[in-house]
């Protein structure tokens, strides 16, 4: 099952919010991505997912990347941007087939699908991960032409277990990473 909430600001300039499989689009790094993204005067579309059950990660990365067509083929925009947290980064083909700027939220590096996408990706992307977390990979992130934020010892929540506080001083420095990306493109 798939739904949408969207929240309108410049009809030219539409982002693509694709949610993890249990992270949603209200959870605090997608809530402030959007957020930057309108005060920056982007349309927002948010995709709000019930993954289905599927053990095939082929099957999984098809669906997501049939998602992320979806909703860009709904779209009349003259530019799009794509955002992907941890699932929704098996859309990166999608970014990079069609040329579109991107941001992934701890990137799934460990998957073939993801990591040719982001290797052979040459729109303005932005990669955020940390090192605490297993499926991120600084080296591959590094190794491509995206702008890259890496968080020590942040999970793949992008946060530090046992520590709120820092948790929040990462959440601050991922948005205003995300806040310098967007006013770039």
């Known amino acids: 099952m798939t739904d949408h909430n969207r929240f309108e600001a410049d009809p030219a300039r539409v982002a693509i919010v694709l949610p993890g499989g249990y992270y949603t689009p209200a959870r605090p790094l997608l809530h402030f991505t959007g957020a930057v993204l309108l005060a920056r005067g982007w349309t927002v579309q948010e995709v709000w ?3 289905p059950a599927l053990s095939d990660r082929a099957a999984i990365a098809g669906w997501v990347c049939d998602q992320a067509v979806a909703a860009l083929d709904r779209e009349k ?3 799009l941007l794509l ?3 941890s699932l929704g980064t098996f859309a990166a083909p999608v970014a990079v087939e069609r040329n579109i700027p991107a941001i992934w939220l701890t990137p799934l590096c460990g998957e073939q ?3 040719g996408a982001l290797t052979s990706a040459t729109a303005p992307t932005l990669l955020v991960g940390g090192t605490g977390d297993p499926t991120w990979n600084g080296d591959l992130a590094r190794s491509t032409k995206a702008e890259v934020l890496e968080i ?3 999970d ?5 277990a046992a520590d709120p ?5 990462i ?5 205003a990473t995300t806040d310098g990306f967007v006013a770039r493109l």
């Open 49 to 51: 997912w019930e993954p």
């Open 77 to 79: 925009a003259e530019r």
């Open 83 to 85: 955002v992907g947290k």
């Open 113 to 115: 699908h993801v990591t």
């Open 152 to 154: 020590p010892g942040a």
């Open 156 to 160: 793949h929540g992008l946060e530090t």
């Open 165 to 169: 506080v820092n948790s929040a001083d």
């Open 171 to 175: 959440l601050r420095e991922v948005v």
